[in-house]
């Protein structure tokens, strides 16, 4: 049964777009102690092979998050940065970052914001520009920040602590998007930990998704998958103000396309089939902007069947996202079901779909 130490854990773990080492470690720890093979491409990603004979299903989460990048250090000792990932800049003003040098050590800073006493009325009227804004660490000069082992080129990511909220069902991180793919694919693996299955499972953590699907197509090209699922987030909309269509707490999002990809029909319809089965509970989403892994690996050599189970998730690319816990369990018991029907016969009726 999956908990929610290893959720807890990855979202805490630093690691944005091109410095995902230290996620990775950990997933490779947690392969290690799951009887797969472990293959890796040359740029990052990590899979976890639990061979079979049947078809080859690759699942995937990425383990990148957004970020930001030092690229000047001023001569008061303030860090100017570039976005790395999709950053609004109504989110930055004001929040805590992690600085974490090329050695390991991480240094914390604040985003500078004026005081409201400050503004004129010309930037009460606009947004901050993410070009006028700096991070403080406290600094007095750049040789200070120099003597703290602080360069250009290191990594920043946003600062807070994983938890769980009032009511029950809700959980807060940074990093959902997607340490909560990362997770699915990890439980995934260990539901079929010593039990025999008729599929070869790869479960794979991809790098750079929040870049381009990067890893994905390294990864889509090194397994060569018949079937791919990405686990990621999808926005909820069930704020004030938004149209809630997509709930926390009404299961995964089955996600008919998005702009990487249409979601393959008989490969949805399976799932769904599964869904009313069993009794999971499910949603249908789109979106208009934004893509998933899926978006690259289904594309792989021939192409293959594929589509996205998403996790629905409010406030993403900020500081702070919010999942539901039942939402994350019940991704992880879906695509266990999933993957124990998909034989050869049923993968070879999802193809003439």
């Not at 990603?45 to 970020?67: C, F, R, T, V």
């Not at 990048?69 to 999709?86: A, C, N, Q, S």
């Amino acid at each position: 049964m999956a908990d929610l130490k290893l959720l807890k854990e990855l979202t805490e773990l630093r690691g944005m777009s091109g410095y995902e080492k230290d996620v990775r470690v950990y997933i490779e720890n947690e392969f290690k102690n799951l009887n797969v093979e472990i293959a890796k491409d040359n740029i990052g990603g990590i899979a976890g092979i639990s061979k079979g004979n049947g078809p080859k299903i690759l699942i995937a989460g990425h383990m990148d998050e957004i970020g930001l990048i030092v690229t000047r250090i001023t001569e008061d000792g303030y860090l100017k940065f570039h976005t790395v990932g999709g950053w609004w800049s109504q989110v930055l003003l004001a929040q805590q970052f992690d600085v974490t040098t090329s050695t390991g050590k991480v240094y914390r800073a604040v985003m500078g914001s004026k005081a409201p006493h400050m503004l004129t009325e010309a930037e009460r009227s606009h947004p901050t520009s993410i070009e006028s804004m700096f991070l403080d660490l406290g600094c007095s000069s750049k040789e200070q920040v120099a003597e703290l082992g602080i360069k250009v080129g290191d990594m920043i990511t946003p600062a807070i602590d994983f938890q769980e909220l009032a009511g029950g069902d809700l959980i807060l991180a940074k990093a959902f998007d997607n340490r909560a793919g990362c997770g699915v694919v990890v439980e995934v693996l260990k539901n079929f930990e010593g039990v025999e299955h008729n599929n070869e499972i790869v479960g794979v953590a991809t790098v750079q998704e929040e870049v381009g699907l990067r890893g994905a197509r390294t990864m889509g090209q090194k397994v060569n998958p018949d079937i791919t699922f990405a686990l990621d987030v999808t926005i909820a909309t069930d704020t004030p103000g938004l149209s809630n269509t997509c709930k926390c707490g009404k299961g995964p999002a089955i996600m008919l396309m998005d702009s990487s990809m249409i979601g393959h029909r008989g490969l949805r319809e399976f799932v769904i089939n599964i869904c009313d089965e069993l009794e999971i509970p499910y949603q249908i989403d789109y979106l208009a902007r934004g893509g998933t892994d899926a978006g690259q690996i289904h594309l792989a050599h021939d192409g293959c069947p594929g589509m996205a189970l998403c996790i629905p998730a409010r406030y993403i690319h900020s500081h702070t996202s919010v999942i539901s816990k039942s939402d994350y369990f019940n991704t992880i018991r879906l695509l266990t079901e999933v993957i124990k029907r998909l034989d050869e016969e049923a993968y070879k009726k999802i193809l003439e779909a």
